[in-house]
């Protein structure tokens, strides 16, 4: 696997992050989804130096422009909940990319800390021969994004495959490590430092799903 780490050289990507962590910035909800969403848009731009682009040429009023447009299809899939804050971001940039979305939650079956993943919900379109942009702001376990990933290639071949996380714990990473093609690319925007007893994702900011949309059932 590929791993891209956004936040080694500083740049504004830092407030954005740090505002999301922060627990008094964190009530303001509105605030930690555009957040989230900004990232996706700074993470968007990121990956698309990475893409095969192919030339087109624009008529100005005065003229042709010669340039490169990015070649193959993007989808952007997101995993629900939390997913759909760092969508909006990718698709803000990636504006003719179509949407696919699949759920994904740890349910704990004997009320403890042990879970397993529980996908169901799989809404998403054909994604062969284009490239994949599979979003989820928190990478802790890497449970959620290996059974999601499979699922997604039980029935589809993308030509490309981007996963894009905001936070992921050392862990997680280790864990697509191994469970992932090499030919995948990993776009972390920020390292932490490890899992608590709950896999919740130490210092990380707590429950993305939750701080976004409220807290559930
Ligand atoms: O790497 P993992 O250990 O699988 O944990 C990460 C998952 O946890 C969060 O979702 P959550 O299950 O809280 O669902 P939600 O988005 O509906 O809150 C997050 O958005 C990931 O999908
Ligand atoms: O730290 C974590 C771990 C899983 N899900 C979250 O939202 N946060
Ligand atoms: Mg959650």
């Not at 682009?53 to 070649?71: C, D, H, N, Q, R």
């Not at 996908?119 to 059974?147: C, F, H, I, R, W």
């Not at 714990?169 to 995948?184: C, F, K, R, S, Y």
Request: glycine share 6%; aromatic share 8%.
């Amino acid at each position: 696997m590929h791993i891209h780490y956004l936040s080694q050289n500083n740049s504004i990507l830092n407030h954005f992050l740090a505002q999301i962590r922060d627990v008094k910035v964190q009530k303001d909800t509105m605030r930690f989804r555009k957040n989230i969403e900004r990232v996706g848009e700074i993470m968007a731009y990121e990956i698309s130096k990475t893409l095969e682009y192919a030339p087109v040429s624009i008529t100005t009023p005065l003229g042709k422009k010669e340039t490169e447009f990015v070649k193959k299809p993007v989808v952007v899939c997101s995993i629900l909940r939390a997913g759909l804050t760092l969508h909006n971001g990718l698709l803000n940039f990636f504006d003719d990319a179509d949407s696919g979305f699949v759920s994904a939650y740890r349910y704990h079956p004997n009320n403890d800390d042990e879970f397993v993943i529980q996908t169901q919900y799989q809404a998403v379109p054909n994604l062969t021969g284009k490239t994949l942009l599979l979003a989820d702001p928190m990478l802790a376990t890497g449970l959620s994004l290996e059974a999601v990933f499979k699922k997604l290639m039980a029935t589809n071949k993308p030509e490309e495959i981007h996963i894009a996380v905001v936070i992921a714990a050392p862990e997680g990473i280790a864990h697509l490590q191994e469970t992932l093609p090499d030919n995948v690319h990993l776009w972390v925007a920020d390292k932490d430092e490890y899992l608590n007893s709950h896999k919740y994702i130490v210092p990380g900011l707590g429950d993305a799903g939750d701080l976004a949309y409220g807290e559930r059932l």
